[in-house]
């Protein structure tokens, strides 16, 4: 076969048109610091990568979950804490009212001061959280709620229904519970309603309203005389029991949160691995790359030197 001087230029362009791709390639390499950039560079690898970045995707999105889970949980911590300080609270003034030595106007200031307790435990189950109700189950847009007043001027607590108006029990959105995906698979309940503050089992399994335990007590407070029987036994008994059950929430919610600190850690710990194995599969030996782009630089120049030596035109190049 007869070699021509056109075939020796092909294949020496050829070539040096490879030498000067890999000089790009490696360019390519370090300048993004990463050895996969296009599927045809690897395609196994490339699939492993996408697979990994999938992943840390997930991961983030579950570190988000745990966050704000983890902010709701301390909101809700903080507001049962007020629950219970307005109890214990209820429960001192019930206590007082035995006083032999307290008159009517003493009476009716520990009435007055019940009504309030009742409006500031209203207030504190309608604490809302980014613009949602932590109590509200979930109908988070919406108060769980209210208060009213009777005729004699005092305070009743009330649910609300989703259009604000009284309920007289709670609506269903409170029998539902909020739940978060903490990683694959992992779902967990993370919420606590109003009617899980209100209505509850004591001890002994009877149930209890605090709604009537709290018109229970303004009404032995307005008994003529005040039905100081009835605020010493049945009325404390059940504000007991309420501060009970809520100290009972509060060891529910320290569980949950305890569960989102586990989870929290758990979660860094796997995006530090998937990160690893990235790194590992994806990230360019920087020294390593300089070295071979310095080789392939050397491979490149000496080509062009070769060729001009090589190539050199006579004068039959243009016969």
């Known amino acids: 076969m007869r070699v021509t001087n056109e075939m020796l230029t092909s294949n020496f362009l050829y070539d040096l048109n490879n030498n000067l791709q890999n000089m790009q390639n490696i360019q390519q390499q370090m300048s ?3 050895i996969i950039n296009k599927a045809s560079d690897d395609p196994l690898g490339a699939s492993k990568v996408m697979q990994i ?4 995707a997930q991961n983030q999105q579950y570190k988000t979950n745990i966050s704000g889970t983890t902010d709701w949980l301390n909101a809700t911590n903080t507001s049962l804490d007020q629950v219970n300080s307005v109890l214990q609270r209820v429960q001192e003034l019930l206590v007082s009212s035995s006083d032999a030595a307290y008159g009517s106007d003493e009476l009716k200031s520990i009435k007055d ?3 309030q307790n009742v409006s500031q ?3 504190v189950l309608n604490t809302s959280y980014d613009g949602q109700y932590i109590f509200g189950g979930t109908g988070t847009s919406n108060k769980p709620v209210g208060t009213s007043t009777t005729a004699g001027g005092d305070t009743t607590l009330n649910y609300l229904n989703p259009d604000g108006t009284t309920a007289a029990t709670a609506p269903t959105t409170q029998n539902n519970s909020l739940n978060v995906e903490i ?3 992992v779902t967990t309940k993370y919420n606590i309603t ?3 503050v209100l209505q509850f089992n004591n001890n002994s399994g009877t149930a209890i309203d605090l709604r009537t335990t709290f018109q229970n007590i303004i009404n032995d407070l307005n008994a003529n005389p005040p039905n100081t029987n009835g605020l ?4 404390l008994s059940n504000i007991k029991d309420a501060i009970n059950n809520n100290s009972q929430l509060l060891t529910n919610v320290g ?3 305890n569960r989102m600190q586990a989870a929290q850690t758990e979660n860094q710990s796997e995006n530090t691995n998937l990160t690893d194995v990235l790194s590992k599969t994806d990230d360019v030996d920087m020294a390593q790359a300089t070295m071979t782009y310095s080789s392939a630089q050397t491979v490149y120049m000496a080509s062009l030197q070769t060729s001009a030596k090589i190539l050199q035109p006579t004068l039959l190049d243009y016969l």
Do not use: H, P, R, W
């Not at 970045?53 to 840390?56: A, F, G, K, W």
């Not at 010493?232 to 009325?235: E, L, V």
């Open 183 to 185: 990683s694959e698979g």
């Open 32 to 34: 993004t610091g990463n």
């Open 113 to 115: 001061e019940v009504n």
């Open 255 to 257: 569980a949950m949160q």
């Open 232 to 235: 010493m036994s049945t009325d």
């Open 121 to 123: 435990l209203t207030q």
């Open 194 to 196: 109003a009617k899980d």
């Open 53 to 56: 970045n999938t992943e840390l």
